[in-house]
């Protein structure tokens, strides 16, 4: 196999990975929405914002793309490759669990703005703690590119 081929397989994962997670995320939040909505439709755009944090790490597959993607030439030694396919694995797989993860938060703290709770702000401090481990895999994405000469 081409050294290129591997590393696109990388690059695929990665944006494939933590668009499935964001994708996932966003609906079932998107789902607790639509049932906290019955019970207070007031707070619609609480229940929005909290809707689309899991689809920012969507958003980080596709920005570590354009991190690797001048390494992306047809002359790529394997170490390089094999770099890129690492970064992707590990960046998607991180998108992946913490959209995931991070929706669950979300939709509880949907459900308690839906029944009457003012939550709002401390769901979101609880949510960053998942989307921090997006952000460190984005930025050892942005590292792995940097070594790779």
């Given at each position: 196999?081409?050294?290129?081929?591997?590393?696109?397989?990388?690059?695929?994962?990665?944006?494939?990975?933590?668009?499935?997670?964001?994708?996932?995320?966003?609906?079932?939040?998107?789902?607790?929405?639509?049932?906290?909505?019955?019970?207070?439709?007031?707070?619609?755009?609480?229940?929005?914002?909290?809707?689309?944090?899991?689809?920012?790490?969507?958003?980080?597959?596709?920005?570590?793309?354009?991190?690797?993607?001048?390494?992306?030439?047809?002359?790529?030694?394997?170490?390089?490759?094999?770099?890129?396919?690492?970064?992707?694995?590990?960046?998607?797989?991180?998108?992946?669990?913490s959209?995931?993860?991070?929706?669950?938060?979300?939709?509880?703290?949907?459900?308690?703005?839906?029944?009457?709770?003012?939550?709002?702000?401390?769901t979101?401090?609880?949510?960053?703690?998942?989307e921090?481990?997006?952000?460190?895999?984005?930025?050892?994405t942005?590292?792995?590119?940097?070594?790779?000469?």
């Amino acid at each position: 196999m081409e050294p290129i081929i591997l590393a696109y397989i990388g690059v695929g994962l990665m944006v494939g990975l933590a668009g499935v997670g964001s994708a996932t995320g966003v609906s079932i939040t998107a789902n607790a929405s639509i049932g906290a909505m019955k019970k207070n439709p007031d707070a619609f755009g609480n229940y929005m914002v909290l809707s689309a944090l899991p689809g920012t790490q969507g958003l980080y597959g596709f920005l570590g793309y354009f991190l690797l993607k001048g390494h992306l030439v047809a002359d790529i030694t394997l170490l390089q490759a094999a770099g890129i396919f690492g970064a992707g694995i590990a960046l998607g797989s991180v998108c992946l669990l913490s959209a995931i993860r991070q929706s669950q938060v979300c939709a509880n703290g949907i459900a308690g703005i839906g029944a009457g709770y003012d939550v709002f702000g401390k769901t979101m401090i609880l949510a960053v703690f998942a989307e921090l481990y997006a952000i460190v895999a984005l930025a050892a994405t942005f590292l792995i590119g940097r070594s790779l000469g």
